[in-house]
Nanobody
Framework: QVQLVEFGGGLVQAGGSLGLSCTAS????????MGWFRQAPGKEREFVAG????????IYADSVKGRFTVSRDNAKNTVALQMNSLTPEDAAVYYC??????????????????WGQGTQVTVSA
């Protein structure tokens, strides 16, 4: 059974930082690109960041570039998202995702191989 479980959501003040992590089980982790998506109330789910199988390549949505960093540890089956300089516009439910192909803004969330249940990030002004 495949599971992606996100950790680390919570409440943070604007300008602050928060780190998310996701642990995967039931898959050969290094065979999957990983990514993060988010969905704010009343908005569509959107791509945030993606990382290649080995971690050597990363890609970000323009809205988070320079503020967020995605990383992975294939030995621990984990992917992380470090979020800095958070704004209220970053508040959303954040989802970890896995796909055998590239995870970037061109892939629809429903097309991904697997995704987690999400973790809430709230940013106070």
């Amino acid at each position: 059974q495949v599971q992606l479980v996100e950790f680390g959501g919570g409440l943070v003040q604007a300008g602050g930082s928060l780190g998310l992590s996701c642990t995967a089980s039931g898959i050969t982790f290094s065979s999957y690109c990983m990514g993060w998506f988010r969905q704010a109330p009343g908005k569509e789910r959107e791509f945030v960041a993606g990382i290649s199988w080995s971690g050597g390549r990363t890609i970000y949505a323009d809205s988070v570039k320079g503020r967020f960093t995605v990383s992975r540890d294939n030995a621990k089956n984990t992917v992380a998202l470090q979020m800095n300089s958070l704004t209220p516009e970053d508040a959303a439910v954040y989802y970890c995702a896995a796909d055998r192909g590239i995870v970037d803004a061109t892939i629809r969330f429903a097309e991904l191989d697997y995704w987690g249940q999400g973790t809430q990030v709230t940013v106070s002004a």
